[in-house]
Nanobody
Framework: QVQLVESGGGLVQPGGSLRLSCAAS???????MAWFRQAPGKEREFVSA????????YYADAVKGRFTISRDNAKTTVFLQMNSLKPEDSAVYYC???????????????????WGQGTQVTVSS
């Protein structure tokens, strides 16, 4: 059974950095891992995705140039390095794993099969 556990969230001042981690267990060879976020009163939105095979990365326009998604060599942990954080980045961040995701689905939450419990990120002075 696949389990995803996020960590690394917290409170940070505008302009600061955080690094989120998503530890995957019960891994069965997914196609994509991704980060989504959801702020209060808003829909869950795509942040970034990485393809397991090849390591191609994808980003939402709102975070491009500030966030970096990566994985460890054993492909069991996915990271999201978040720099130059803004108050509008505040949200619960979710890790997701897709077993059969194709490129056109990589930014759509319906393309993912497993989800973590989420970690809160708050950007405030």
């Amino acid at each position: 059974q696949v389990q995803l556990v996020e960590s690394g969230g917290g409170l940070v001042q505008p302009g600061g950095s955080l690094r989120l981690s998503c530890a995957a267990s019960g891994h069965t060879g997914s196609r994509y891992m991704a980060w989504f976020r959801q702020a209060p009163g808003k829909e869950r939105e795509f942040v970034s995705a990485i393809r397991w095979s090849g390591g191609q990365t994808y980003y939402a326009d709102a975070v491009k140039g500030r966030f970096t998604i990566s994985r460890d060599n054993a492909k069991t942990t996915v990271f999201l390095q978040m720099n130059s954080l803004k108050p509008e980045d505040s949200a619960v961040y979710y890790c997701a794993e897709g077993l059969k995701t194709i490129l056109s689905e990589a930014s759509n939450s319906r393309g993912y099969d497993y989800w973590g419990q989420g970690t809160q990120v708050t950007v405030s002075s």
